[in-house]
């Protein structure tokens, strides 16, 4: 225990110089944006003088090391600084957009999952034949689209054409109440606080921008399962066990699949981490207000302090995102250890 | 000669991967010989018959002003793949050098590396190619160094692991023992070894490249008007799906998804031929 | 801010949604409640707050009372606008103009009281109004366009009497008082969240309005929606018949066409020109669509920069802009189109009024020629992303038409965010698309705002001297001044003939609406007054 404690310690150690240079990276790129804060602060028929006042009292009429210095001593204390747009401290929007975000990425994660991992369970069983390449084609082609695009399709024939999908109006259609916060998680807390109708309206706002999002990592997931099951299912131990005469299905669910789902799962975060970066395109389309609606407006707006605490948080999720994968895998599989 | 044999094999034995060969070469193809073919000037307007559906005369259709959209797609053809070359290519060039050194002299070339690569990284991507060209501003130089910048990592990680590899093998050795110099036995030796698995990723990266491209003009970050370019065809065809006008971003954006779906199947096509053991 | 408020406000908000939620669902029947959806939403409860952006405003209209408001008037096809001549009581029951016509007196509202039940008095009007010109930027340049200048002019003479000091006689002073900055605020309740750093209460008001307006704020989830429910005891006009409005922020203009001809909202606000004409077609809905007063999408060009210091030039640009497709293509004809204007010298003082110039290619290139310009030159035309609905379809348009006369275009996108300084305040494009629309709807407050030297809107770099003693002369006095006429033909016949500024078409605001929605008023901060709104 204490092994892993001291691994797990060093490895957050070692992700710091890579979050050092996030955030010496954000703030040089937000400078660098055409946008002034100041000029957006100050507001409409603000004249030179004003504005320059304005920058005055943001700080931002001195030198770029010292404005350097004084982000960092912010950091520090937890000041994450204020948004422009929204004018309020940016870690209150990240408390209010991320778990929107995280919430959209895991059901298409698990939409994903539930159709990527059956169909690489077949390509592998059925190696070569019409059935894999038929597989194939199908998870490329979700690739293959932008995600905009996808959107905006689903949303014109399910929505517009046949009416069967949910008005794509974000979250939670206007005549509910969000749930009380508990985790920010509507499907969560709409559970904790029995209001199964809230449960059901959120479950319904979420299932076309899922989709669209999932179809994006259908190739990836499928693809490893495949690969895989491939290399365990030609493993020894398979062969014996098949030639002890056991089940087909008991050793292709009980044996095969387990031993085949570590590069499974690390290939499960990857896809995860990546969708939440890029969950962007999805949130505008659908109206989702997560985290990447809100980088795209800080960005447009140059809106300094937002963009550096988007990505800032981000990094430091994928750290943990990756730590936690590592972890997960030491568990899964006792001759795997964690390296320092 | 068996390099041949077995390329032959490959495409014959696998009707896919035959099927996206020859639909690259045709994107090839148009890319070069297609503006000079194409029936309507892909940037003249005709606002008389703008919005017209699909016909005879408009295999597919007219845009918001009116110009033809076949001719803007096979014209788009050639900037999309001179994009999603040149930004691969160039991530490749520079990550496998980067790549390179830090597996061959380790150390702290290593570690620098090694802390530049992650930070690029722990940026999401797309997000990273956005904040590059907002602050850069959006010509299409910007836009292939912001998808080169973000395919980065890949290569260099790839050829610093079979760099570090292939350093320790005895032939190497025997290699430094006979006089060679470091540099000549890197660029000669070991890194025509490293570049199978990268060769597969190349192709992969171009649809992820063309791809990129799109998000950023649907964002309004990508290419400047009047040029046609693919994804910002679809982004500004995506205003007119609602009305009814759906053949503005229906034709661009299946011809994008081919061309990705080409590139990935291209790749698993190269994987096959140059490394059967990573087959997936 | 630290990290404890973050927690603060969770808790704060956690109370709020817990009170809500006793709410029946049921309360929102659709019956007595009216969704509305808009690209933006509002990012701030205070309207004197620095960087409150446009859609805000909607909250100062909704949310506070001001002294007094505008009336209404019917157009000939129908639909409703506010009437700019005729002034009407709303926390100000009656006034008076001092017999020397340096002051007036309003007589506050007796029994019209805040949300909290306090009554309004004089000592919140004149805390307001400090607060109004004290704060700078945006609100106190506003009032000072109605010479509301310092706290000195204002007075609370008793509970129920307000005066304000002129300190110059102008036709602006009173009109300012009914736009949407001077809300009267609730002084007591803000007092009591004021500091030594922050003395207007700034960072309580940006969140909490307390207001004594027909609408009170029900919930406010930044980036989504803002709930507003009736002030049941509001005195201050006529009751609204709806007592709920949703204001929901949908971004895609797409989905807001969608989600409206499928019904499931009620209202969609500023719909883009080609879904309006589409919609207007089509039946299914309503399409209000009224001319936008006091304003043109126009081009400017920087008179500083070669080859625009040559008038020449901006006359062979006027003759070389392709109105008619850039009228039908970007603007879908939903607009007056402000070109092929008889005669060049102006016959009325009606503002905005068309041009004198349309295409004419010929007279294009001979004036090129004389300006030495006869093989063209080559420029970048810069267009707000922001507005790229419009903005892009023209630009394209004149992209082609100009290369008809040798000058080759270049179009340069710049994001929203970054154009107000690059094109207002840095004045550095030589070559733009603009869209001012005055709150006043005077022709001199266009040409104070747009074609005075150095001022914010006039991103032209313009500078005429006549015209600078003319607009200081004339933007004070009164309609009815023998000067008056007269200076406006002087000022529109130099626009026509400098043209600094081309104009293409005033634009319509368009809203649509399901058919059993009534009571929608234009009104000149194009932000809806939900007031009057009301379903059949």
Same mark, same amino acid.
């Given at each position: 225990?204490?092994?892993?404690?001291?691994?797990?310690?060093?490895?957050?150690?070692?992700?710091?110089?890579?979050?050092?240079?996030?955030?010496?990276?954000?703030?040089?790129l937000?400078?660098?944006?055409?946008?002034?804060?100041?000029?957006?602060?100050?507001?409409?028929?603000?004249?030179?003088?004003?504005?320059?006042?304005?920058?005055?009292?943001?700080?931002?009429?001195?030198?770029?090391?010292?404005?350097?210095?004084?982000?960092?001593?912010?950091?520090?204390?937890?000041?994450?600084?204020? =948004?422009?747009?929204?004018?309020?401290?940016?870690?209150?929007?990240?408390?209010r957009?991320?778990?929107?975000?995280?919430?959209?990425?895991?059901?298409?994660?698990?939409?994903?999952?539930?159709?990527?991992?059956?169909?690489?369970?077949?390509?592998?069983?059925?190696?070569?034949?019409?059935?894999?390449?038929?597989?194939?084609?199908?998870?490329?082609?979700?690739?293959?689209?932008?995600?905009?695009?996808?959107?905006?399709?689903?949303?014109?024939?399910?929505?517009?054409?046949?009416?069967?999908?949910?008005?794509?109006?974000?979250?939670?259609?206007?005549?509910?109440?969000?749930?009380?916060?508990?985790?920010?998680?509507?499907?969560?807390?709409?559970?904790?606080?029995?209001?199964?109708?809230?449960?059901?309206?959120?479950?319904?706002?979420?299932?076309?921008?899922?989709?669209?999002?999932?179809?994006?990592?259908?190739?990836?997931?499928?693809?490893?399962?495949?690969?895989?099951?491939?290399?365990?299912?030609?493993?020894?131990?398979?062969?014996?066990?098949?030639?002890?005469?056991?089940?087909?299905?008991?050793?292709?669910?009980?044996?095969?699949?387990?031993?085949a789902?570590?590069?499974?799962?690390?290939?499960?975060?990857?896809?995860?981490?990546?969708?939440?970066? =890029?969950?962007?395109?999805?949130?505008?389309?659908?109206?989702?207000?997560?985290?990447?609606?809100?980088?795209?407006?800080?960005?447009?707006?140059?809106?300094?302090a937002?963009?550096?605490?988007?990505v800032?948080?981000?990094?430091?999720?994928?750290?943990?995102?990756?730590?936690?994968?590592?972890?997960?895998?030491?568990?899964?599989?006792p001759?795997?250890?964690? =390296?320092? | 000669?068996?390099?041949?044999?077995?390329?032959?094999?490959?495409?014959?034995?696998?009707?896919?991967?035959?099927?996206?060969?020859?639909?690259?070469?045709?994107?090839?193809?148009?890319?070069?010989?297609?503006?000079?073919?194409?029936?309507?000037?892909?940037?003249?307007?005709?606002?008389?018959?703008?919005?017209?559906?699909?016909?005879?005369?408009?295999?597919?259709?007219?845009?918001?002003?009116?110009?033809?959209?076949?001719?803007?797609?096979v014209?788009?053809?050639?900037?999309?793949?001179?994009?999603?070359?040149?930004?691969?290519?160039?991530?490749?060039?520079?990550?496998?050098?980067?790549?390179?050194?830090?597996?061959?002299?380790?150390?702290?070339?290593?570690?620098?590396?090694g802390?530049?690569?992650?930070?690029?990284?722990?940026?999401?991507?797309?997000?990273?190619?956005?904040?590059?060209?907002?602050?850069?501003?959006n010509?299409?130089?910007?836009?292939?160094?912001?998808?080169?910048?973000?395919?980065?990592?890949?290569?260099?990680?790839?050829?610093?692991?079979?760099?570090?590899?292939l350093?320790?093998?005895?032939?190497?050795?025997?290699?430094?023992?006979?006089?060679?110099?470091?540099?000549?036995?890197?660029?000669?030796?070991?890194?025509?070894?490293?570049?199978?698995?990268?060769?597969?990723?190349?192709?992969?990266?171009?649809?992820?490249?063309?791809?990129?491209?799109?998000g950023l003009?649907?964002?309004?970050?990508?290419?400047?008007?009047?040029?046609?370019?693919?994804?910002?065809?679809?982004a500004?065809?995506?205003?007119?799906?609602?009305?009814?006008?759906?053949?503005?971003?229906?034709?661009?954006g299946?011809?994008?998804?081919?061309?990705?779906?080409?590139?990935?199947?291209?790749?698993?096509?190269?994987?096959?031929?140059?490394?059967?053991?990573?087959?997936? | 801010?630290?990290?404890?408020?973050?927690?603060?406000?969770?808790?704060?908000?956690?109370?709020?949604?817990?009170? !809500?939620?006793?709410?029946?669902?049921?309360?929102?029947?659709?019956?007595?409640?009216?969704?509305?959806?808009?690209?933006?939403?509002?990012?701030?409860?205070?309207?004197?707050?620095?960087?409150?952006?446009?859609?805000?405003?909607?909250?100062?209209?909704?949310?506070?009372?001001?002294?007094?408001?505008?009336?209404?008037?019917?157009?000939?096809?129908?639909?409703?606008?506010y009437?700019?001549?005729?002034l009407?009581?709303?926390v100000?029951?009656?006034?008076?103009?001092?017999?020397?016509?340096?002051?007036?007196?309003?007589?506050?509202?007796?029994?019209?009281t805040?949300?909290?039940?306090?009554?309004?008095?004089?000592?919140?009007?004149?805390?307001?109004?400090?607060?109004?010109?004290?704060?700078?930027?945006?609100?106190?340049?506003?009032?000072?366009?109605?010479?509301?200048?310092?706290?000195?002019?204002?007075?609370?003479?008793?509970?129920?009497?307000?005066?304000?000091?002129?300190?110059?006689?102008?036709?602006?002073?009173?009109p300012?008082?009914?736009?949407?900055?001077?809300?009267?605020?609730?002084?007591?309740?803000?007092?009591?969240?004021a500091?030594?750093?922050?003395?207007?209460?700034?960072?309580?008001?940006?969140?909490?309005?307390a207001?004594?307006?027909?609408?009170?704020?029900?919930?406010?989830?930044?980036?989504?929606?803002?709930? !507003?429910?009736?002030?049941?005891?509001?005195?201050?006009?006529?009751?609204?018949?709806?007592?709920?409005?949703?204001?929901?922020?949908?971004?895609?203009?797409?989905?807001?066409?969608?989600?409206?001809?499928?019904?499931?909202?009620?209202?969609?606000?500023?719909?883009?020109?080609?879904?309006?004409?589409?919609?207007?077609?089509?039946?299914?809905?309503?399409?209000?669509?009224?001319?936008?007063?006091?304003?043109?999408y126009?081009?400017?060009?920087?008179?500083?920069?070669?080859?625009?210091?040559?008038?020449?030039?901006?006359?062979?640009?006027?003759?070389?802009?392709?109105y008619?497709?850039?009228?039908?293509?970007?603007?879908?004809?939903?607009?007056?189109?402000?070109?092929?204007?008889?005669?060049?010298?102006?016959?009325?003082?009606?503002?905005?009024?068309?041009f004198?110039?349309?295409?004419?290619?010929?007279k294009s290139?001979?004036?090129?020629?004389?300006?030495?310009?006869?093989?063209?030159?080559?420029?970048?035309?810069?267009?707000?992303?922001?507005?790229?609905?419009?903005?892009e379809?023209?630009?394209? !348009?004149?992209?082609?038409?100009?290369?008809?006369?040798?000058?080759?275009?270049?179009?340069?996108?710049?994001?929203?965010?970054?154009?107000?300084?690059?094109?207002?305040v840095?004045?550095?494009?030589?070559?733009?698309m603009?869209?001012?629309?005055?709150?006043?709807?005077?022709?001199?407050?266009?040409f104070?705002?747009?074609?005075?030297?150095?001022?914010?809107?006039?991103?032209?770099?313009?500078?005429?001297?006549?015209?600078?003693? !003319?607009?200081?002369?004339?933007?004070?006095?009164?309609?009815?001044?023998?000067?008056?006429?007269?200076?406006?033909?002087?000022?529109?016949?130099?626009?026509?003939?400098?043209?600094?500024?081309?104009?293409?078409?005033?634009?319509?605001?368009?809203?649509?609406?399901?058919?059993?929605?009534?009571?929608?008023?234009?009104?000149?901060?194009?932000?809806?007054?939900?007031?009057?709104?009301?379903?059949?």
């Amino acid at each position: 225990m204490l092994q892993t404690l001291r691994i797990i310690s060093g490895r957050l150690l070692q992700a710091i110089p890579a979050i050092l240079g996030i955030i010496i990276v954000t703030f040089f790129l937000t400078r660098a944006l055409p946008g002034d804060p100041a000029v957006y602060f100050a507001g409409p028929a603000a004249d030179a003088e004003s504005i320059a006042e304005i920058r005055h009292e943001l700080g931002l009429d001195k030198p770029l090391p010292s404005q350097f210095l004084i982000y960092l001593q912010d950091l520090y204390q937890g000041d994450l600084g204020m =948004s422009i747009g929204t004018g309020r401290p940016v870690i209150e929007e990240l408390g209010r957009r991320l778990p929107a975000s995280i919430e959209l990425t895991l059901c298409a994660l698990v939409f994903a999952i539930s159709i990527a991992i059956p169909l690489g369970l077949l390509s592998a069983t059925r190696p070569d034949t019409w059935i894999d390449h038929l597989t194939r084609m199908i998870v490329t082609m979700g690739v293959s689209l932008p995600t905009f695009f996808t959107g905006l399709f689903f949303i014109y024939i399910f929505y517009y054409l046949l009416g069967i999908a949910p008005s794509p109006l974000g979250r939670l259609d206007f005549i509910y109440l969000s749930p009380p916060h508990v985790t920010g998680f509507y499907l969560i807390d709409s559970l904790i606080d029995g209001d199964w109708e809230v449960f059901f309206a959120s479950l319904s706002q979420l299932i076309l921008p899922s989709i669209t999002l999932g179809l994006f990592v259908l190739a990836p997931l499928a693809r490893m399962t495949r690969a895989s099951m491939l290399q365990v299912l030609s493993s020894d131990f398979i062969r014996t066990a098949k030639a002890n005469g056991l089940p087909r299905r008991k050793i292709l669910m009980t044996y095969a699949f387990r031993n085949a789902l570590l590069p499974i799962l690390t290939t499960m975060g990857m896809v995860f981490s990546f969708l939440l970066g =890029s969950n962007v395109l999805v949130e505008k389309v659908f109206a989702w207000p997560g985290i990447g609606s809100f980088a795209i407006e800080a960005l447009i707006a140059s809106d300094y302090a937002a963009v550096q605490c988007f990505v800032l948080a981000m990094a430091i999720l994928y750290v943990f995102l990756n730590l936690m994968i590592d972890v997960i895998y030491t568990l899964v599989d006792p001759r795997i250890k964690l =390296s320092g | 000669m068996k390099n041949l044999k077995h390329i032959k094999y490959v495409l014959t034995e696998n009707p896919i991967t035959f099927g996206s060969v020859i639909l690259f070469l045709l994107f090839i193809l148009t890319a070069i010989f297609g503006p000079l073919l194409i029936p309507f000037d892909p940037l003249a307007s005709d606002t008389e018959n703008a919005l017209n559906p699909p016909s005879a005369l408009h295999w597919f259709g007219t845009d918001q002003l009116g110009r033809d959209v076949f001719s803007r797609v096979v014209v788009a053809t050639r900037l999309d793949l001179f994009i999603a070359l040149v930004a691969v290519i160039l991530s490749f060039v520079v990550g496998s050098i980067l790549g390179s050194l830090a597996g061959y002299y380790g150390g702290w070339t290593d570690r620098i590396v090694g802390r530049f690569l992650d930070t690029i990284m722990a940026f999401p991507l797309f997000v990273l190619a956005m904040a590059i060209v907002a602050a850069l501003g959006n010509t299409i130089e910007n836009i292939v160094y912001a998808t080169a910048i973000i395919n980065l990592p890949f290569y260099a990680r790839v050829a610093r692991a079979e760099v570090n590899v292939l350093r320790n093998s005895p032939f190497v050795e025997a290699a430094l023992v006979s006089g060679n110099s470091h540099m000549k036995l890197l660029c000669f030796q070991i890194f025509p070894n490293a570049m199978p698995p990268m060769m597969v990723q190349l192709s992969l990266n171009m649809g992820w490249a063309i791809l990129n491209a799109a998000g950023l003009s649907f964002i309004g970050l990508g290419v400047k008007p009047p040029d046609a370019e693919w994804g910002i065809m679809v982004a500004e065809g995506a205003n007119y799906i609602i009305s009814g006008e759906w053949w503005v971003a229906l034709f661009p954006g299946a011809v994008l998804m081919l061309a990705v779906f080409c590139f990935n199947l291209l790749g698993d096509g190269l994987r096959d031929i140059f490394d059967p053991r990573k087959r997936s | 801010m630290k990290r404890r408020d973050f927690i603060k406000g969770s808790a704060i908000l956690g109370a709020n949604l817990a009170l !809500l939620r006793i709410m029946p669902a049921s309360a929102a029947t659709r019956a007595g409640t009216v969704v509305i959806v808009t690209g933006f939403g509002p990012n701030s409860m205070d309207i004197h707050r620095k960087g409150t952006n446009r859609p805000s405003y909607a909250m100062a209209v909704n949310l506070y009372d001001r002294l007094l408001g505008y009336g209404s008037k019917t157009l000939p096809d129908g639909s409703m606008m506010y009437d700019y001549q005729k002034l009407e009581p709303e926390v100000a029951e009656s006034w008076e103009i001092a017999s020397d016509g340096m002051s007036a007196t309003f007589k506050i509202r007796k029994g019209a009281t805040f949300w909290d039940g306090n009554p309004i008095t004089a000592e919140d009007v004149k805390w307001s109004f400090d607060r109004a010109v004290s704060v700078g930027g945006f609100p106190s340049v506003q009032m000072k366009a109605g010479s509301l200048i310092k706290p000195e002019q204002f007075e609370a003479i008793d509970m129920h009497t307000f005066k304000i000091n002129f300190i110059r006689k102008s036709k602006l002073t009173l009109p300012d008082l009914g736009v949407p900055v001077p809300i009267i605020i609730n002084s007591k309740v803000a007092k009591k969240h004021a500091t030594k750093k922050d003395p207007w209460a700034s960072e309580y008001l940006h969140k909490n309005p307390a207001g004594s307006g027909a609408y009170k704020l029900a919930r406010w989830e930044p980036g989504q929606q803002v709930v !507003l429910e009736r002030f049941e005891n509001w005195k201050n006009g006529p009751l609204p018949p709806i007592k709920r409005v949703i204001l929901r922020e949908v971004p895609s203009p797409s989905t807001r066409r969608a989600l409206l001809e499928r019904g499931d909202i009620d209202i969609s606000y500023d719909v883009p020109p080609k879904d309006s004409k589409e919609l207007r077609d089509s039946g299914k809905v309503n399409v209000i669509g009224v001319p936008i007063e006091n304003s043109m999408y126009a081009i400017g060009l920087n008179v500083k920069m070669k080859p625009f210091d040559d008038v020449r030039v901006r006359k062979a640009l006027a003759y070389a802009i392709p109105y008619e497709k850039v009228f039908k293509v970007a603007a879908y004809e939903r607009g007056i189109p402000m070109y092929g204007g008889k005669s060049l010298k102006p016959e009325t003082i009606e503002w905005p009024q068309p041009f004198p110039y349309d295409t004419d290619y010929e007279k294009s290139k001979t004036l090129l020629k004389e300006a030495g310009y006869e093989k063209g030159f080559e420029i970048p035309l810069s267009i707000n992303l922001g507005l790229a609905y419009w903005m892009e379809p023209a630009a394209l !348009l004149i992209q082609e038409s100009l290369a008809k006369v040798g000058i080759k275009v270049s179009i340069d996108k710049i994001p929203g965010a970054s154009w107000r300084t690059k094109a207002l305040v840095e004045k550095g494009l030589i070559f733009h698309m603009k869209s001012f629309g005055g709150w006043l709807n005077y022709p001199d407050y266009y040409f104070f705002w747009v074609y005075q030297d150095g001022h914010l809107f006039n991103s032209m770099s313009y500078k005429n001297d006549e015209l600078e003693s !003319l607009v200081e002369e004339t933007l004070h006095i009164p309609l009815d001044d023998p000067a008056y006429e007269p200076n406006i033909k002087k000022l529109i016949g130099i626009a026509f003939d400098e043209v600094p500024l081309i104009p293409m078409w005033q634009p319509f605001l368009d809203v649509a609406m399901q058919k059993n929605v009534d009571g929608y008023e234009y009104w000149f901060h194009r932000q809806i007054d939900c007031r009057a709104i009301k379903k059949t």
